[in-house]
């Protein structure tokens, strides 16, 4: 129970002497003192070295570019160090451009996605000069030329093609049609259609295609059939309309273990399986090779966060089987961690003040709103003399925690903190309900 799978938590995660959990060299008890719980802790060395590790692997294997999904997790340090360590960033929002633009990251190095961008959202974008838009509708084609033409510039846009491939973790699936919001579709000629739009508009220029097919993938096996359909759509727009597609953003997707069992395939031979399967796929429909890239969010960030939360009530619970479940109270949730009400998601928790010999209790760890879906951690083995005040630490929740947060019950959310060579310092200060009210504007 005390240790720590050097593949589900931070690369410097270790226990000292007593048996606290140490992160980039801090122990959690001073950071709880300091900072307050439920916290978000990230180790700014480990998101650093995925960063650096993506893009050396994605380069080896074609790429031109990695963006960091600034969904996952976004903060201005946070687009800073992937920025300083050779990544572009995906933005997805205003709001997230912004977050981006405060770090001073160049236009050059972005990228924007969503599926219903506002025209506010597109000036900000091309004014800004985002390198580049992904389109994802009609309807944004003229908006995007438009926005370019007012500024004056020549907008750089991929098309999103949607190739009819979900995968997940080790499955995925592939039909002929997409039934989901983003992008065009491959298969039904809106891909081509688009093309042969942007081809007219003096203000965009086309540099590539783009296909996103999911998230939490282990393999390379989906984005097998995924690059073999974007790479025979690059050939039928060159035969037909004479384009040349120099760009293949391939989106992101590369999973995490949250649990000691997940065994995602490494950062370098998944890079090397996708640079193969394009490679081959060019062959095979003859085309040249485009330059590659990629979006990566939850890789990045995911397993260099941890959340700390204090335990405020513990109360077992006779099951039908005369067995025992111990609910475990803790001072956040669902309001902090939606994954796991959402998505079923599962976790990987322990015990992270103190070392414990006592025996291991079936517990179930939840949060303290009000919905009986306030799940934490479903079924999680806690040493038996767990008390009020004891703290505990959730692994992998660097990315989609913060980011989902709500203030549901008007909880204020979470502060970040990041630490590196023993020190800590506050990325993101906790909200207070000053803070809500500010917003409440009832006279
Ligand atoms: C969510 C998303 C990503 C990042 O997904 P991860 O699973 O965090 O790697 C990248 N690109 C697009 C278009 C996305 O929607």
Request: glycine fraction near 12%; charge should be negative.
């Amino acid at each position: 129970m005390r240790e720590l799978a050097s593949h589900v938590w931070p690369r410097g995660a270790e226990r000292g002497g007593a048996g606290e959990l140490m992160l980039g060299g801090v122990d959690v008890r001073d950071l709880a003192q300091e900072f307050g719980t439920p916290l978000f802790v990230l180790d700014e060395a480990d998101v650093r070295s995925r960063a650096r590790a993506f893009r050396d692997a994605y380069a080896d294997a074609g790429a031109s570019w990695v963006f960091y999904a600034a969904k996952a997790f976004l903060s201005v340090a946070v687009a800073r160090w992937v920025h300083e360590e050779g990544l572009g960033i995906d933005v997805a929002s205003g709001g997230e451009l912004a977050v981006a633009m405060r770090a001073g990251v160049p236009g050059e190095a972005l990228l924007m996605h969503g599926n219903n961008k506002s025209m506010a959202e597109v000036q900000m974008a091309v004014e800004y000069g985002v390198g580049r838009i992904v389109i994802d509708s009609f309807e944004e084609i003229a908006r995007v030329a438009e926005a370019a033409a007012q500024a004056g510039v020549v907008q750089q846009v991929l098309v999103r093609a949607t190739v009819g491939v979900e995968a997940h973790t080790h499955e995925y699936i592939a039909t002929a049609h997409e039934d989901q919001k983003f992008g065009l579709s491959a298969s039904g000629g809106a891909v081509e259609e688009a093309v042969r739009r942007i081809a007219k508009l003096p203000s965009l220029t086309l540099v590539g295609l783009h296909s996103h097919i999911g998230s939490q993938i282990f393999d390379a096996a989906g984005f097998e059939v995924a690059a073999a359909r974007v790479v025979a759509l690059a050939q039928r727009i060159y035969d037909e309309q004479g384009i040349e597609i120099e760009e293949l953003n391939l989106g992101g997707g590369m999973g995490i273990a949250y649990l000691d069992s997940d065994d995602p395939l490494d950062v370098q031979e998944m890079a090397g399986q996708i640079g193969d399967i394009v490679a081959k796929a060019c062959a095979e429909y003859g085309i040249t090779a485009p330059r590659l890239a990629f979006e990566p969010g939850r890789a990045i960030v995911g397993p260099a966060g941890v959340t700390l939360y204090e335990v405020g009530t513990i109360k077992p619970v006779e099951l039908d089987h005369g067995q025992v479940r111990t609910y475990v109270s803790v001072d956040g949730g669902m309001s902090d961690n939606i994954r796991t009400a959402l998505y079923g998601a599962d976790y990987t928790i322990t015990l992270a003040s103190r070392v414990s010999e006592a025996e291991p209790m079936l517990c179930r760890v939840v949060g303290k709103h009000c919905e009986s879906g306030d799940v934490v951690v479903r079924d999680a083995w806690l040493p038996g003399d767990l008390a009020p005040g004891d703290l505990l630490a959730v692994a992998a929740t660097g990315a989609y925690c913060r980011s989902m947060a709500s203030n549901y019950n008007y909880l204020p959310r979470p502060a970040v903190v990041a630490v590196a060579d023993g020190g800590a310092r506050e990325i993101v200060r906790r909200e207070t309900v000053e803070d809500l009210l500010g917003l409440d504007v009832a006279t």
